[in-house]
């Protein structure tokens, strides 16, 4: 099973500030990986898959990079609406799909 | 517009059943790789299950043996039946449909809304 660490666990951000997100895989899941994006009381969203390509209707300011075991989601010009919690997940080596703990992104 | 709707969680008692159900609208289940992901309380997600469209099915090691994946293909609907609960399988379940380029099983999306299972005497 592929295991997923995320960096920080929270971060505290001012608006229109850039926040940037980490993700280390415990073996190479290559371009195999997915972001989420999840708001209180809400339902995770997809935001971003293989690695850097954005879901249908994700703004241009959420942005993915990285390859192998290391990844970044980076948020340009934060907004009220992007303070959430963000998950990592492999699709790599399935089953099991796994995920990162999670990254709470806060105004600060 | 491709979604999907959960119901059936609620309050049981350790060592009781429960049959979550989840209906999609805007695809065909049966034509789709779905799946279960769990979030307990205040914790992060965790994947369940999975049944891919040809009916291979497939659990994560916490469930195997006390929960079962299906479908209806009249209803569109697809099922979790849960069996022998214990407190800590306690958290929202979400339904997924598992997308992926060339139809590979990888990516979650869309959730639905999530509904709550509680084991608790």
């Known amino acids: 099973e592929i295991e997923m660490t995320q960096s920080p666990a929270s971060l505290s951000v001012s608006p229109g500030e850039r926040a940037t997100l980490s993700c280390r895989a415990s073996?190479?899941?290559?371009?195999?990986l997915a972001w989420y994006q999840q708001k209180p009381g809400q339902a995770p969203r997809l935001l971003i898959y293989?690695?850097?390509t954005r879901a249908t209707g994700v703004p241009a300011r959420f942005s993915g990079s990285g390859s192998g075991t290391e990844f970044t989601l980076t948020i340009n010009s934060l907004q009220s609406e992007d303070f959430a919690v963000y998950y990592c997940q492999q699709y790599n080596n399935w089953p099991p799909w796994t995920f990162g703990q999670g990254t709470k992104v806060e105004i600060k | 517009e491709v979604q999907v709707v959960e119901s059936g969680g609620g309050l049981i008692p350790p060592g009781g059943s429960l049959r979550l159900s989840c209906a999609a609208s805007g695809f065909i289940v049966s034509n789709d790789h779905m799946g279960w992901v769990r979030q307990a309380p205040g914790k992060g997600l965790e994947w369940v299950s999975a049944?891919?469209?040809?009916?291979?099915?497939f659990y994560a090691d916490s469930v195997t043996g006390r929960l079962a994946i299906s479908r209806d293909n009249s209803k569109n609907t697809l099922y979790l039946q849960m069996n022998n609960l214990r407190a800590e399988d306690t958290a929202v379940y979400y339904c997924v449909r598992i997308s992926g380029r060339y139809r590979t099983p990888n990516w979650f999306d869309p959730w639905g809304q999530g509904t709550l299972v509680t084991v608790s005497s």
């Open positions: 049944l891919y469209s040809v009916g291979s099915t």
């Open positions: 073996q190479s899941v290559s371009s195999n």
């Open positions: 293989d690695v850097s």
